[in-house]
């Protein structure tokens, strides 16, 4: 029995595990000390980010978040916080024409995230918090469900159906690596066919996949060495979306630093993974 890929529209944008590979990338969360600051921040990173995927040949829906509330230590930055986060993610929106995601961490963030964000995402430890992942559901916005580093990949059929219960069809789930041992993460590849078995887009994030929570002590770190090897290989295995957190000068960003990409690194990346991306999907479609 042959299973009909699903196509989840996100702004202008179809996705699709049989359809040319999108990126949703930008920094891991809205940085500034002023409105000024975080307003130059975003449309900088974001209108960077649009010129290199354009050049590559991908579309972009820009990410930061407003709130990273779930770091290692208590004293680690958190963002701008639900309302100045949304206000200037909206003017990425407007200025520079690209859909936006963005996390949500609690039902009542759920219809104000549904008013700028294209694609809302929910964290991967929260993927089993029903009444999050319904919320999320019910405001009729698509959603990345991020795979919990707890979860078999076959497990995240019941998070889908979840939230398909609220009678939302637009459902994308992410694989981000496997908790294996303390503070370390491994990719199984056979989590994205797993997931995308019933047709459910699958989205790939690379950069989380090398993350070591905790690894700095008070804060997460990361093998940035492994985003590229992982991500050709989820290329290679046919993915609808690849996720990356990129930033001008990770190694001084306030969060997850370890883990991101440098700007400088991106067009170069990106080229690679369009290649093997365009041939999977033409060896796809003829093997149908």
Not at 15 to 40: F, T
Not at 251 to 270: I, K, Q, T, Y
Request: charged fraction near 20%; proline fraction near 7%.
């Amino acid at each position: 029995m042959t299973t009909v890929p699903r196509t989840v529209t996100v702004g202008p944008l179809r996705i699709g595990n049989h359809l040319p590979l999108v990126l949703l990338a930008g920094p891991c969360v809205l940085e500034g000390a002023s409105d000024h600051e975080l307003r130059e921040f975003a449309l900088a990173t974001a209108s960077t980010i649009q010129a290199i995927a354009s050049r590559v040949g991908i579309p972009l829906i820009y990410k930061a978040s407003f709130d990273k509330a779930n770091r290692t230590s208590a004293t680690g930055y958190r963002g701008p916080g639900l309302e100045e986060g949304l206000r200037i993610l909206e003017v990425v929106k407007r200025e520079l024409a690209l859909p936006v995601v963005t996390d949500i961490h609690a039902p009542e963030q759920a219809q104000a995230i549904a008013e700028v964000a294209d694609l809302i995402q929910t964290p991967a430890f929260l993927c089993r918090q029903t009444d999050l992942i319904q919320a999320a559901a019910r405001t009729g916005r698509p959603l990345n469900i991020k795979k919990g580093q707890f979860l078999a990949p076959q497990d995240m059929a019941r998070v889908v159906e979840k939230a398909a219960a609220t009678g939302n069809g637009q459902i994308m789930v992410c694989e981000r690596g496997y908790a294996f041992g303390y503070g370390d993460l491994v990719v199984d590849m056979r989590s994205l066919v797993i997931m995308g078995a019933n047709g459910t887009p699958v989205i790939f994030d690379a950069t989380h996949s090398v993350q070591r929570p905790g690894g700095l002590g008070d804060a997460s770190g990361g093998e940035r060495r492994f985003v590229a090897p992982l991500a050709r290989a989820a290329a290679a295995v046919g993915v609808a979306a690849m996720f990356l957190e990129t930033h001008p000068d990770p190694d001084h960003a306030p969060c997850d630093g370890p883990n991101m990409v440098p700007f400088a690194s991106l067009e170069a990346l990106l080229a690679q993974l369009k290649r093997l991306d365009d041939e999977q999907k033409t060896a796809s479609n003829h093997s149908v």
